[in-house]
T-cell receptor
Framework: LAKTTQPISMDSYEGQEVNITCSHN???????ITWYQQFPSQGPRFIIQ???TKVTNEVASLFIPADRKSSTLSLPRVSLSDTAVYYC??????????????FGQGTTLQVKP | ETGVTQTPRHLVMGMTNKKSLKCEQH?????MYWYKQSAKKPLELMFV???????ENNSVPSRFSPECPNSSHLFLHLHTLQPEDSALYLC????????????FGPGTRLTVL
């Protein structure tokens, strides 16, 4: 599975847009990019997944450049409740895979009032 | 509410005790997982089950014994644990191994004295 690198921590203020970038230089052709969110003492929660270009849902947007060696999770107008750890994961989840999600250290986002 | 429940939410046990963690998913999923999350460490995948069959054992000590009696229930039996086993134990499920959207339960906070 491709190794990912993301900032350890970020600070933001309420109402701002937050962009968290993840590097995955060794991403393979069949790999997808997935982001999870985790609040303290809770399990992670799936946010968004993409393969290339841009994906948007009701929670976030995911921007993936043409070379796919990085991706950016964009959270519009964050609130205090968006304070959490955000994980970037890259992997091939084809039927031959054993469903293995490899979580790194993640990015701790602190939203301030 | 993710559709995955875990009991108990908190557990304190001595090193000679035997206890079990229970996980139940109400999503009709075919794959279930146990993860361990220690303080300041990434989530570690422990076991993977698909259609009640164990498909992954990630070098976990034998003092942790999983059981999957049906596709909705997953247990983690604990015996002669060590203090370093204190952690948040998370259960997750997914539609299948090829689905990278996993639904996590709230976890069991385990303290070994």
């Amino acid at each position: 599975l491709a190794k990912t690198t993301q900032p350890i921590s970020m600070d933001s203020y309420e109402g701002q847009e937050v962009n968290i970038t993840c590097s995955h230089n060794n991403i393979a052709t069949n790999d997808y990019i997935t982001w999870y969110q985790q609040f303290p003492s809770q399990g992670p929660r799936f946010i968004i997944q993409g393969y290339k270009t841009k994906v948007t849902n009701e929670v976030a947007s995911l921007f993936i450049p043409a070379d796919r060696k990085s991706s950016t999770l964009s959270l519009p107008r964050v609130s205090l409740s968006d304070t959490a750890v955000y994980y970037c994961l890259v992997g091939d989840f084809s039927s031959s895979n054993t469903g293995k999600l490899i979580f790194g250290q993640g990015t701790t986002l602190q939203v301030k009032p | 509410e993710t559709g995955v429940t875990q009991t108990p939410r908190h557990l304190v046990m001595g090193m000679t005790n035997k206890k079990s963690l229970k996980c139940e998913q109400h999503l009709g999923h075919n794959a279930m997982y146990w993860y361990k999350q220690s303080a300041k460490k990434p989530l570690e995948l422990m076991f993977v089950y698909s259609l009640e069959e164990r498909v992954e054992n990630n070098s976990v000590p034998s003092r942790f014994s999983p059981e999957c009696p049906n596709s909705s229930h997953l247990f983690l039996h604990l015996h002669t644990l060590q203090p370093e086993d204190s952690a948040l134990y998370l259960c997750a499920s997914s539609r299948g191994l090829a689905d990278n959207e996993q639904f996590f339960g709230p976890g069991t906070r385990l303290t070994v004295l």
